[in-house]
């Protein structure tokens, strides 16, 4: 009996001991998340790791002690795709089926990214020339001929490409805008070649993330075009995937509407997926700021969320995995929603509005900005927000209109949800190694939360808000053709873009832009803010140099750019 006495008291006092480990106040809760989350043991996090799923175990223990009951959603992402020795090019004798000349895989083919995982075809095929059409240009490389259930042979480039590399031609000479032309027409598969010997043959890496088609894609890697014989292609790519997760809990207070609370969990890892803008030796990307800090400041909203002042909706707190990746966690979470969101008639129609938090943690303590992204896509937030009350010596608010952005907000505006972004600004640190949680400011985090808790309060007695599309330029994750190499400043609110860093060999620096420049045109495109900039990215070519006007100090420059 005296046994039985002192276990029961050795678990009282081991409860009371962990109890008291609890940190009791904001900032420090925010800590012991984020040291967590942005330790060594982690690994930055990488989407489909065991640290990602490290990771998502932590969230689900902090949502069990704030009283919620946790739920992971597991998606599939795809690592790697690599092309095996089940792939198969030969030409069969004519009048014959059975192949009589084999390439070779790698020396004499390969698939493209384009290629389906798993095709194969054997049909007649066509010399479609350089594949080149424009309607402008009036250039139509195929006429009249029905080249449906064909192979497409088509050369790479454009004729002159050699002594003209800037004709109008160009544009169209790609090799995804050659293969949505052969699709368009029907072709079962499409080979290209080289135009002449010295020809740049294009990469044999297969992309991972690249939306395949439902036929062989290669490239042959020879001038010649091939007799006149049945082809055969087979595509066999092994594909090695991944699970990802998503973690969420949802605090039900009956009400018709949900408000989403939500920050990803995942970061870059060691820069498996060459993610990072650091130059040097392999190190862990432990992401404090991007994205431990959205993450700490989820999980301090599921705990405070509570009580009679929030009860008018009812809040779902999400974690979502990769995002570094392309959103991947938030756009199969709205493909693939919990049933308590869908409507009878509409998916996601329970949702009220999103809050999402991305990089959080590095509040300035100089410029002291806060920027809500997104606060266009209703009304209603741009009332509240000029209700919000703020000690301006500690924390300034500004705001953006567009509900398009590079994060996870971005995939419910999409669907026709309002969103607000909370972001605390773009560093040096970004994507680097040294994005460590000794540079938080918890402080700056606080004053942060204290204005999202005030941003739904004042919400609160609206009912479900209306939703605005947005003025957008595409923030996401787009593939530019080129990069400048420069980020925004997201708390500037002048005329032009503010530069608040330059990455290191890129074109901005080569060519002498620095931080604190405004970006006032981008060769003819007027830049009046970041989503003029992005627009005018978009229309830039790798080939063909262009200018930049900045304005530095109160001196007007002409900067000459060149991304070769």
């Known amino acids: 009996m005296k046994r039985l006495g002192l276990l029961i008291l050795l678990a009282v006092c081991s409860q009371f001991l962990s109890a008291q480990t609890e940190p009791t106040d904001c900032p420090s809760r925010l800590k012991k998340d984020i040291s967590y989350l942005a330790s060594d043991e982690l690994k930055g996090r990488q989407t489909g790791s065991p640290e990602e799923a490290l990771s998502a175990n932590y969230i689900a223990q902090e949502f069990t002690k704030a009283k919620l009951v946790p739920q992971t959603q597991v998606f599939q992402i795809v690592q790697l795709r690599m092309a095996t020795s089940k792939c198969m090019l030969g030409i069969s004798a004519p009048g014959m089926d059975t192949v009589v000349k084999k390439f070779t895989l790698f020396s004499d083919y390969y698939p493209l990214s384009q290629s389906s995982n798993a095709a194969s075809v054997k049909a007649d095929w066509y010399d479609c020339g350089y594949g080149l059409m424009s309607e402008k240009l009036q250039r139509d490389d195929y006429g009249n001929t029905d080249i449906k259930g064909k192979i497409a042979v088509i050369r790479l480039g454009y004729p002159g490409m050699e002594e003209n590399p800037h004709a109008p031609i160009a544009e ?25 010997d010295k020809f740049t043959a294009p990469s044999g890496n297969l992309k991972r993330n690249e939306k395949t088609l439902e036929i062989p894609v290669f490239y042959c890697n020879q001038t010649w075009t091939f007799p006149q014989a049945p082809i055969t292609m087979v595509s066999q790519v092994k594909v090695f995937t991944a699970d990802a997760h998503n973690v969420y809990a949802f605090r039900n207070n009956h009400k018709k509407n949900t408000i989403v609370v939500c920050a990803h969990h995942d970061h870059i890892g060691i820069n498996e997926y060459e993610n990072s803008r650091y ?50 966690g938030s756009k199969h979470f709205v ?34 900005v806060l920027t809500l992204n997104g606060v266009g896509t209703s009304p209603e937030f741009e009332k509240a ?3 919000i009350v703020t000690d301006t010596n500690q924390l300034k608010i500004t705001t953006t ?20 972004h909370f972001f605390s600004g773009q560093h040096e640190d970004y994507h680097k190694p040294s994005d460590d949680e000794a540079l938080i400011n918890y402080v ?57 860093g330059v990455s290191e060999g890129k074109p901005a620096q080569k060519g002498g832009l620095q931080k604190g420049d405004i970006i006032q045109k981008l060769g003819d495109f007027d830049v009046n803010g970041v989503e003029d900039y992005m627009v005018g990215l978009g229309k830039l070519s790798a080939d063909k140099p262009t200018s930049v006007v900045v304005l530095r100090g109160t001196e007007t420059l002409t900067i000459p750019i060149s991304f070769q």
């Open 401 to 420: 209109k567009s509900g398009l952005g590079p994060s996870d907000h971005a995939s419910f505006y999409l669907e026709n949800i309002p969103v607000v």
């Open 444 to 500: 700056g985090m606080a004053n942060s939360l204290n204005v999202l808790e005030q941003l739904i309060v004042l919400n609160n007695k609206k009912g479900k808000l209306p939703f605005t599309k947005t003025q957008d330029a595409q923030m996401g994750r787009t593939k530019f053709k080129i990069t400048l190499g420069v980020m925004p400043d997201y708390s500037y609110s002048g005329k032009g873009m503010r530069i608040d």
């Open 385 to 387: 927000i000029s209700l």
């Open 172 to 196: 169209v000479s790609d090799i995804p805008t050659k293969i949505a032309e052969a699709t368009k027409r029907g072709a079962a598969g499409i080979i290209f070649i080289k135009p002449y």
């Open 279 to 328: 130059t040097g030796p392999a190190e862990i990307h432990n992401g404090a700021d991007d994205n431990a800090s959205g993450v700490a400041a989820m999980l301090e909203m599921a705990r405070t969320l509570k009580g009679k002042k929030y009860k008018k909706n009812n809040y779902l707190f999400v974690a979502f995995s990769g995002e570094e990746l392309g959103l991947l």
């Open 335 to 368: 493909q693939n929603p919990p049933e308590f969101l869908n409507l009878s008639t509409q998916k996601l129609g329970k949702i009220n509005y999103v809050i999402n938090i991305d990089m959080l943690g590095r509040i300035d303590t100089t410029k002291k």
